[in-house]
């Protein structure tokens, strides 16, 4: 989704919490893209999807190209 980015654009995403710790290689460089387009992952409060019926942990994607 990064890359189909327009130059403009805004993305967000839901993203299971995994890729606020994992250390391999892929979520190493999904996180340091992030950075260097100037967004954030932020986790997301443990319940966020109770009434789904699960308890997934999971964190939140955001990419503002309009600033």
């Not at 980015?5 to 290689?25: C, H, M, P, Y």
């Not at 954030?40 to 955001?62: H, M, N, W, Y």
Request: cysteine-free.
């Amino acid at each position: 989704a990064i890359a189909m980015l327009a130059k403009r654009g805004r993305l967000q995403a839901i993203l299971s919490a995994g890729v606020l710790f994992r250390e391999d290689t892929l979520t190493k460089a999904l996180r340091e893209r992030v950075k260097q387009l100037g967004g954030q992952i932020s986790p997301l409060p443990d319940d966020t999807f109770r009434e789904s019926g699960t308890k997934v942990k999971t964190a939140r994607l955001e990419i503002d190209l309009r600033r």
